[in-house]
């Protein structure tokens, strides 16, 4: 089981405090650093403010030399492909290929009013576009133009540079509970299929539809990650679990039953549910990005468990 540390830093952080948060994932080994794609707040003030995916991403790959680094999702309303596509390849340059790019339609109106950024009514099919393009970008041989007419966006005799250090490209990560759509864009285009705080039940349902599209487009099952985020708040004893519960203005018994919340012997149990239904990655999303120890915890306490 690989674990990896997901943050949200839109509820407020710094780059300091993300550069400490890598640092320590890092050190105490897990796999990756990945952060969520936001420009505004959900509950609380959001100080000191958000700060860019793509920009913090390109920091850290200077920063750390062997975690893997990306996003939970980059939204596709924010960037246009073209740009998206040039971002990545070159932050995938800066970290000597770690860089893995997780992008999904993009759905919180209110930071796009706030942002003064458009929020299109059809945003699927832009998504669909955008993975057309970005790794169309990509695959283009070297000296060779990329064209592309689509409904929403056209490209014309684009010399697809840079290329990532990654061959062919970056993993493209995909994930949601779109019962058809979904799992037909994670069969024509993912690497990583991941299914976001959701209980075992629906992760095994979403599993068995993205398996079905992967059949339906010519490809194994083993050829896709299939892996979960969840609210991760593990503690020595109920007290220490209370404490972080409370931190993040959360209550232990909801967490117990919608994250990885408890004992590390009862998050390795709960963990190994998921892995049950096929889960091989696990994203710990860590909401105090002040509490290393809980990172400390994780590392010394649960990782060792699952191998």
Same mark, same amino acid.
């Given at each position: ?14 780059? &300091? ?74 932050? /995938?340059?800066?970290?000597? !290929? ?46 060779? /133009? ?10 014309? /005799? ?19 509970? !779109? ?36 059949? %339906? ?20 004893? &109920? ?19 919608? !994250? ?30 002040? &509490?290393?120890?809980?990172? %400390? ?11």
């Amino acid at each position: 089981m690989d674990l990896r540390i997901f943050t949200e830093p839109q509820q407020g952080a710094t780059y &300091d405090t993300l550069l400490s948060v890598a640092k320590a994932t890092e050190d105490l080994g897990f796999g990756a650093f990945f952060r969520s794609d936001h420009y505004l707040h959900m509950g609380g003030d959001g100080l000191p403010g958000p700060t860019d995916a793509w920009i913090t991403l390109a920091g850290l790959a200077r920063e750390t030399k062997r975690i893997r680094l990306g996003t939970l999702m980059t939204a596709a309303t924010f960037r246009l492909p073209g740009v998206l596509a040039i971002q990545v390849a070159q932050v /995938d340059a800066m970290s000597g !290929g770690r860089v893995e790019l997780g992008i999904g339609a993009g759905w919180f109106e209110k930071e796009h009013t706030a942002y003064g950024i458009p929020f299109p009514r059809e945003k699927f099919g832009r998504l669909e576009e955008q993975l057309e393009i970005v790794t169309g970008l990509w695959d283009t041989p070297v000296g060779a /133009d990329f064209r592309y007419e689509g409904r929403y966006y056209s490209l014309a /005799d684009s010399p697809a540079l840079p290329k990532p250090a990654q061959r062919p490209h970056p993993p493209i990560l995909v994930g949601g509970l !779109g019962a058809k759509r979904t799992p037909a864009l994670a069969a024509r285009f993912a690497d990583e299929f991941n299914v976001p705080f959701s209980s075992v039940e629906t992760s095994a349902r979403q599993f068995g539809r993205v398996r079905e599209a992967l059949v %339906e487009h010519g490809r194994k099952a083993e050829d896709l990650v299939l892996s979960n985020a969840l609210v991760a708040c593990v503690g020595r004893d &109920d007290a220490e679990v209370s404490r972080r519960a409370a931190a993040i203005g959360r209550e232990p018994a909801e967490l117990k039953e919608n !994250g990885l919340a408890g004992s590390p012997a009862e998050v390795v149990d709960r963990i190994g549910r998921f892995a049950e239904v096929g889960s091989t990655r696990i994203y710990f999303q860590i909401l105090d990005l002040h &509490d290393l120890d809980h990172l %400390e915890l994780i590392a010394s306490q649960v990782m060792p468990q699952l191998g």
